[in-house]
DNA sequence: CTATCATTTAGACAACCGTCGAACCACCAG
DNA sequence: CTGGTGGTTCGACGGTTGTCTAAATGATAG
């Protein structure tokens, strides 16, 4: 791997739709669109994966080196290894890796994807 | 049960922050942030519960019983229930027993905390 | 009160997930 | 080429999760 992304749902209509305006309380989701939003969601809901997304997004530049990330947690470097992976195959960071040190960032539309999931609900006057 | 929501995190000062704006590239998650909200994530990552909040949601009058939802599924009824009942504990949905149905519907509180953590990051003119 | 329908609870089982130690690969300094 | 450091992959282990069948609870009708 030198600057993969992994993207899990290339450019399906399903992702299309729910990219813009899929509100969870618009209009029942598909069988489909529930299974590759649960995909997404699963790969967010837990606690060291949503720290190490909230950190990498955070740091500055952008970017943060896996080096900035283990020190956090009381993890060892095979388990940190494995969240980031799962959060990369999720299509929610990019990684490359440019002399010695490994370098995580986020992918903004696809975390966008989450958002637009539960916002509409919260905020009906905002969005029409 | 009679009509009751089990709220799983009272009144925490966490719970207000991120109910409000806690951006998840904003600054870095707490780790008892990342906690709660993990929670919350794992009741939703799941296609069945997904599709179940949706429909719940969508359904006429915000309310939805369970005789609707179960013929949506080729699953057995103590599986929606147990679903239902994660969705819950999660303090995602409220339940009311009337007469011989049982009532759901969505409480946008606890799904709004959820909007909020992605949203920033997707939409970083209108927020700053 | 009994029968019947709707829903939940209890218990069990296979599959999945988070974690670790050990081994392995990529890069840099002698 | 050899050694050392940063990260990842592999294989295994315990705990959690989704699903089922069977049984219990609640409500209505006769």
Redesign the pocket.
Known sequence: ?TATTLPLFPNSKDAQDTACCAPIARQPLSEGEAAELAVLL?AV?????LRLLSMIGSHAGGEA???DL?DAF?????????????LRTAGLIG?Q?R????YYWIIPGQVARLGALFTPLAIPAVTG
């Open positions: 791997m699963k809901a837990d606690p060291v994966r080196c896996v080096c283990t009381d993890l060892t470097a095979p388990t940190i290894s494995h969240h980031l992976k799962v990684s890796r002399g010695t040190w490994v």
